[in-house]
């Protein structure tokens, strides 16, 4: 039986701790940012013979379970290689909620982080989900608590709410809209044009760059991811004049001065999509470098550098690797898979409210495919949306 180790060495790690902010007299509730500490595992290292045995029992599980792996593209590459070889998938949050719901997979084996695994058993509640570890967390998950987002929202009955794919059931179910990063900027623009008013959450920066691109009223949660805040303007200003033939890659939760260095700014799929479109060979890539895996099997030929994540004599937190996404491992899926330990459970209320803004979200999507890229007009089709109804 391969198993894995309770003896795991913690790590902590600062992270932003958005709290509501008792309003002075005749004022409106606003929030503060906190910084508070969170843990996750290191795993221990497996030998070339552990790994081969875990891999061959994962391959043999999976067909006796009728079981799918389905895993993240900051995940360890060799999941990434397996969940491929399997007839799984390997994708960003939207890809993989899509591929859950849709494959006929009884069993779903989610090697990510804890909302992804909740979201594939909001999706497909009849499966069984497991996770590797279901202490495998995110820091805007963790930054963003269901009671003190809730009171947000409370606070501000006018606004539409509208909530990142990385957050609990809870915050999903407390929501209007769900959305990931490639097709926020998209579902924003279309509220912005209804004349809506929005409270977004939880990552501040991906929010300020929507804000900025839309105009839309946003009103802002003022978490943060661990490893996309850590990325540093000043030393990528520096990194582009060493590598004046590089493309900067950039992901829109990184700080604003970050964004505005980039050549290419978006979700995970389009930046993996940049590095195969673009005519460049030389690309610096800010976002987690579990990337860099799939981006080298797109475009063998092409170099790939790590945009820095600490300033002169300072230490980085993450070093562009999300701690909680290095728990999932060989040895976790196999164990989840032998033993049926790491399982999601939901309760069936939460998550019938929890659907709700994320069937928005894929309605849209599909009808954005459908009716909008096409003519690449957005603002005369604004109506194509009404079937999706008023959130």
């Known amino acids: 039986m391969m198993t894995t180790t309770s003896s795991a060495v913690r790590k902590t790690f600062d992270i932003d701790f958005p709290a509501l902010a ?7 509730m606003g929030l503060s940012c906190d910084v508070k500490q969170a843990w996750a595992k290191v795993p221990e290292p497996l030998g070339q013979q552990d790994r081969d045995a875990c891999r061959q029992l994962i391959v043999d599980l999976l067909e006796q379970q009728q079981a799918a792996l389905v895993a993240h593209y900051y995940v360890d590459a060799e999941l990434q290689d397996l969940a491929l070889q399997t007839g799984g998938c390997v994708g960003d949050s939207l890809e993989m909620a899509r591929f859950g719901s849709d494959h006929p997979a009884t069993t779903l084996v989610v090697a990510g982080v804890r909302f992804m695994g909740e979201t594939a058993k909001i999706l497909s509640p009849e499966k069984r989900v497991f996770m590797p570890d279901l ?3 995110c820091s805007l998950d963790l930054g963003c608590p269901p009671d003190a987002f809730a009171a947000f929202c409370d606070a501000n009955p006018e606004r539409t709410v509208v909530v990142y794919a990385n957050t609990s059931a809870q915050v999903k179910a407390r929501a209007d809209w769900v959305v990931t990063s490639s097709i926020a900027l998209e579902i924003v623009t279309y509220l912005h044009q209804r004349g809506e008013k929005l409270l977004w959450g939880p990552d501040r920066h991906l929010g300020q760059y929507i804000q900025q691109q839309t105009g839309a009223d946003m009103l802002l949660w003022q978490g943060s991811c661990l490893v996309h805040n850590e990325f540093k303007a000043e030393e990528l200003a520096d ?3 060493a590598n004046p033939q590089a493309r900067v890659l950039v992901h829109p939760e990184s700080p604003a001065a970050v964004v505005a260095l980039a050549d290419v700014v978006g979700s995970t799929s389009k930046l993996i999509q940049a590095v195969t479109e673009l005519p460049a060979t030389s690309f610096i890539v800010a976002t987690d470098q579990g990337i860099v895996h799939e981006m080298q099997k797109q475009a063998p030929n ?11 004599s300072a230490t980085c937190k993450s070093c562009a690797f999300c701690p909680w996404m290095a728990m999932n491992g060989l040895a976790g899926v196999a164990n989840c898979l032998q033993t049926h330990s790491g399982e999601i459970m939901l309760d069936t209320a939460l998550g019938s409210r929890a659907l709700k803004p994320i ?3 894929l309605d849209f999507a ?4 459908k009716n909008i890229r096409a003519s690449g ?3 005369r089709d604004v109506h194509l949306f009404s079937q999706i109804g008023p959130a």
Request: glycine share 6%.
């Open 22 to 28: 008792l309003p002075s007299s005749g004022a409106r």
């Open 135 to 137: 202490d495998a967390n």
């Open 239 to 241: 990194l582009k004049k």
């Open 302 to 312: 092409k170099t790939f550098i790590a945009a820095p994540t600490a300033g002169e």
């Open 359 to 361: 069937k928005r979200m």
């Open 366 to 369: 599909a009808a954005y495919k």
């Open 377 to 379: 007009d957005l603002s």
